[in-house]
Each structure stands twice: as structure tokens, then as C-alpha cells.
């Protein structure tokens, strides 16, 4: 019986901003051939400076990517080459979002 502070897997439980591969893994509830699957693909990077796959290590940003990643390749089933030019795009939206919502508030400030 598992004990009820212990994460279920695949939650996400943030004790640090960088992750080991295995951690990494752990988290994101997928084996590590898919990971390496995921960074040949340029859908997550490791951190610069690791050459190694052993040595890699990931950011919060990579693990809310590959999560994203994920629910877009199971609800969608958008194959691995699609999913980083989805997530781009996605990224991109949001990022344009928040520029129009700053540009907003200042167009009241200024209308006012």
C-alpha cells in the first residue's frame, strides 16, 4: 500500500530546477529510450555542457515540454517529427499572447 505522501507516478514533484535523465524519466513516466527519442528530435534539450546521455540533466522547461509533447502525441497523434514544430508554434502563440495582453494594458494606461 503506497503511503499517501508519496507522489503517484507521473506527478510532478519539483524539489530542485534540474533533473537527472533518470529523475527526468521518473517524472515524465517514460522510458529512457523515449527521452533520447524526444532530444534527437529536438522536442527536449538537456543542458548545455553534457555530452554524455548519462550525464544529461533537465530543466523545469524541458519537463512542462515534454509533458505538453506527450499530451499532444497521445490526443492528437502527432508523430515525433510534427512535435516539435507543434510545440514551437504553440510556444510562439504564447508568447504573442502575453505581447498583445502587455500592449493592451498600455494602450489603456495611454487612452486614459
Known sequence: MADANEPERGEIVIASERFTL???????????????????????????????????????????RARRALRLRRDLEVNLAGLSLSLDLLDEVERLRGRV?????????LVR
Not at 495582453?101 to 489603456?108: D, G, I
Open 22 to 64: 533518470q529523475e527526468f524519466c521518473d517524472v515524465c513516466g517514460l522510458p529512457r529510450e523515449l527521452v533520447v527519442e524526444l532530444v534527437e528530435n529536438g522536442i527536449v534539450d538537456p543542458e548545455k555542457g553534457a555530452a554524455e546521455v548519462e550525464s544529461w540533466s533537465f530543466s523545469v522547461f524541458a519537463l512542462h
Open 101 to 109: 495582453r502587455r500592449l493592451e494594458q498600455e494602450l489603456r494606461v
